[in-house]
């Protein structure tokens, strides 16, 4: 890939993400040098920034073209999204990407909010048996998401067995972390049908 | 739910009461939500966003805030019908103009809206009428209390509430006031104004408009960080910069009249006087101008015609309500002229020539 700005090769590849817009950068070396400087610079000058506590405008995370590449590539095992497609999109695939990618939202969720750590509030655990609002309810449920789609291509491959199974693991998590009364709304039958629940 | 008897009505935004009314129009709260066993919204199959929508709709149906509200299926509506709710600020444009299975639940006072499958699976909405937002945070605080005992959020103990976004995460929380400033852009003093508060990590925008140019003086401060504050420590950093633009706007205001009363006059009673006259106009001049004639009101220059009016007019003159009202479909040149005739029609009915 070619520098934005000139015909070099294209070695630091940035995103840019500002109150949800995505804007990605392409530039040689030179060229992300004198644009990362420009940045730093202008972050530099408004100093009182930093004592309306936050941080503001636009903030970058750079990676070298190796980094980048590799790390593309990472896909969230529950929704499959890769993190190339994140950078694309700028928003995430499903709730288990703040763990799969942890590492790699550190620094993007730090430049955005000036903070790396929740200090709101938190869901009450549900009054009713079985309800989920808590952290590893979380955990738990989202991998239906993963189960799901794993359901789905063993339907395809005509693999009933293992359909057979996903399908039950999706009603266990849910009747466990939705309450015992109902499953999710509809749940695709092995054989791809749609029941009401 | 009829949406053309709510043409009839202004909604909760423009009733024009509550505190500092002459210059805050409306105190908003909003949280964003996601139920972790669907991908988000954007990921998410046509089968995902229907099963989320009835999931959402049947869970919330449950609760005490949930059974009062009515439920509008968004993706079956007109392109005016969604319009309509656009400029009545109870759907996003994003909202609107989405694909796939949505839906908003709103409350008989349009209060409370809560929009199913838009960026996120839940994002739930509390405005109140002039400057009160502790007043709009209290109620959002029950309806997601409520909502949370049927419905499992996803949360994290680290990054908190999970939003489709890494912008909205943690508290999920966006705090805004959309202000009437016309006195700081006479006065030029609008950019500084803006500056400064960028400094302190607010963002603002325009009525009707996302980073747009501001229609008729209309601006909407908010917050733009989410995680590491608590929603109380959010809902004031916005609160706390409103009385200081409400004292800029005043002083403006008194300036205006005692260097420039004249120039003033003139500007407002001109304004009034296209308004009434007009036969064809733009959504956007109507604005402008009806933003001029509301400043004229509040400083005593125009004695005939009331606040409430006014804001109704701001919402009454927009493409959809337009339309509605009138009960026909119109191009935009045809709107222009309904408009023009709107307007004077409603002048000649509420009030007398001024001198």
């Known amino acids: 890939m070619k520098c934005q700005q000139c015909d070099k090769q294209a070695v630091f590849h940035i995103t840019e993400l500002e109150t949800g817009e995505v804007r990605e950068l392409h530039l040689c070396e030179d060229h ?166 | 739910m009829k949406l053309d008897t709510l043409a009839e009505t202004v909604g909760e935004w423009l009733r024009g009461t509550g505190p500092e009314s002459d210059i805050v129009m409306s105190s908003r709260v909003r949280l964003a939500r996601n139920v972790p066993q669907y991908p988000f919204v954007s990921r998410a199959s046509e089968q995902d966003r229907v099963d989320v929508e009835r999931f959402l709709r049947e869970r919330i149906a449950t609760v005490p805030v949930g059974s009062r509200l009515e439920y509008i299926d968004v993706g079956r509506l007109e392109e005016i019908d969604r319009q309509f709710l656009v400029e009545r600020q109870l759907i996003s444009r994003e909202h609107a103009e989405a694909q796939g299975a949505r839906s908003v639940a709103i409350d008989g006072l349009e209060q409370v809206s809560l ?58 929380i966006r705090v805004s006031v959309m202000l009437h400033l016309p006195a700081l852009v006479i006065t030029r003093q609008i950019d500084k104004v803006f ?8 963002a603002v925008r325009g009525l009707y408009g996302e980073g747009s140019q501001a229609m008729g003086d209309f601006y909407q401060i908010s917050n733009q960080t989410t995680l590491g ?88 003159t927009q493409p959809a309500h337009l339309q509605k009202l009138r009960g026909v479909e119109l191009d935009t040149k045809d709107r222009n002229i309904e408009r023009a005739r709107y307007l004077r029609r409603h002048f000649e009915g509420g009030a007398s020539p001024a001198n």
């Not at chain 1, 359909?163 to 849910?174: K, L, N, P, S, V």
């Not at chain 1, 015992?180 to 695709?188: E, L």
């Not at chain 2, 500056?195 to 607010?202: A, D, E, P, W």
Request: proline share 4%.
């Open chain 2, 195 to 202: 500056r400064s508060l960028h400094k302190i990590s607010l």
């Open chain 2, 115 to 172: 929009m199913i499958n838009e960026e996120d699976h839940l994002r739930i909405q509390c405005m109140h009428s002039g400057l009160d937002l502790r007043g709009a945070w209290e109620q959002i605080r029950v309806v997601d209390e409520q909502i949370g005992r049927v419905v499992p959020f996803a949360f994290h103990p680290r990054w908190g509430y999970l939003t489709a976004c890494p912008t909205n995460v943690g508290t999920g």
């Open chain 1, 32 to 197: 992300a040098r004198a644009y990362l400087n420009q940045s730093e610079a202008a972050a530099g000058t408004a100093e009182e920034k930093a004592t309306g506590g936050g941080i503001s405008g636009p903030l970058s995370v750079a990676q070298t073209a190796d980094e980048l590449a590799v790390l593309d590539q990472k896909a969230c095992p529950m929704c499959g999204i890769t993190f190339f497609e994140f950078r694309n999109q700028g928003r995430l695939g499903c709730p288990h990407d703040y763990v799969h990618f942890e590492k790699e939202l550190e620094p993007l969720v730090a430049n955005i909010h000036g903070a790396s750590e929740h200090s709101g509030r938190r869901p009450e655990r549900g009054a009713g048996k079985g309800q989920a609002a808590l952290p590893e309810g979380t955990e738990e449920l989202t991998r239906v998401i993963g189960l799901r789609r794993s359901m789905q291509e063993a339907i395809a491959c005509e693999d009933y067995e293992r359909a057979r199974e996903d399908r039950d693991t999706i009603r266990a998590i849910e009747e466990r972390w939705l309450g015992p009364a109902r499953r999710g709304p509809t749940t695709p039958d092995a054989d791809g049908t749609t029941h009401e629940a």
């Open chain 2, 229 to 316: 504050k608590t929603e109380e420590e959010l809902v004031e950093q916005v609160g706390d910069v409103v009385p200081v633009l409400i004292d800029y706007e005043r002083r403006a205001r008194e300036f205006l009249v005692r260097e420039t009363q004249q120039n003033v006059h003139d500007q407002v009673s001109r304004a009034y006087g296209i308004l009434r006259t007009a036969q064809t106009i733009t959504a956007e001049e109507t604005m402008q101008l009806l933003s001029r004639v509301r400043m004229g009101v509040l400083l005593g220059l125009i004695g005939d015609v009331s606040i409430s009016d006014i804001n109704s007019l701001l919402v009454r």
